[in-house]
T-cell receptor, first 112, second 119 residues
């Protein structure tokens, strides 16, 4: 039983570019949440997808958008990258209405 | 709004010492959940424990124990007889029910405490 998987592992972009990160949830899970973890900080909630819709959103600008596919996998898109977007992006999956979230290994994004 | 404070940024202990990681939280809800996660250098968050707001019973799991005190809004984590493998960043987190329709809970994390266990 595969856990939460994320791709790519590492990514380097330049300011102004756009990036897409991918997440496959744990088998049987239907809800995907995304978190941003800046260096030396705790993860911060970006948004959550359930039934292919954004259900909850944290305090992040519209440059951050996402999508959930019928197979429950999800993408996080960030447009017009800023240096401050450099962080570890974590994906977590869960069952709807459950508080138990399983985290993936993360994608480390570096913006130069 | 929810808030989690981990006042200890870094802690260093010698192997076999006991160490307690502090966590203080703020929430306006009466129903909530508290968590501890471990993050080794690889980056993946490892779930350690979940506690709901109605269960103040302390819990022990091997060398790990947790002390939940609602009166002081604290959920502290103690490692007994620490080992080098315990070296990691530990996060305390809080979640409240998702009232905005279907979906799961969102977690609010503290800034983490970096624990270094020296051989």
């Amino acid at each position: 039983d595969a856990g939460v998987t994320q791709s790519p592992t590492h990514l380097i972009k330049t300011r102004g570019q756009q990036v897409t990160l991918r997440c496959s949830p744990k088998s049987g899970h239907d809800t995907v949440s995304w978190y941003q973890q800046a260096l030396g900080q705790g993860p911060q909630f970006i948004f959550q997808y359930y039934e292919e819709e954004e259900r909850q959103r944290g305090n992040f600008p519209d440059r951050f958008s996402g999508h959930q596919f019928p197979n429950y996998s999800s993408e996080l898109n960030v447009n017009a990258l800023l240096l401050g977007d450099s962080a570890l992006y974590l994906c977590a999956s869960s069952l709807a209405l459950s508080n138990e979230q399983f985290f993936g290994p993360g994608t480390r994004l570096t913006v130069l | 709004a929810q808030k989690v404070t981990q006042a200890q940024t870094e802690i260093s202990v010698v192997e076999k010492e006991d160490v307690t990681l502090d966590c203080v939280y703020e929430t306006r809800d009466t129903t909530y959940y508290l968590f501890w996660y471990k993050q080794p250098p690889s980056g993946e968050l490892v779930f350690l424990i979940r506690r709901n707001s109605f269960d103040e019973q302390n819990e022990i799991s091997g060398r790990y124990s947790w002390n939940f005190q609602k009166s002081t809004s604290s959920f502290n984590f103690t490692i007994t007889a620490s080992q080098v493998v315990d070296s990691a960043v530990y996060f305390c987190a809080l979640s409240e029910p998702a009232y905005s329709g279907a979906g799961s809970y969102q977690l609010t994390f503290g800034k983490g405490t970096k624990l270094s266990v020296i051989p």
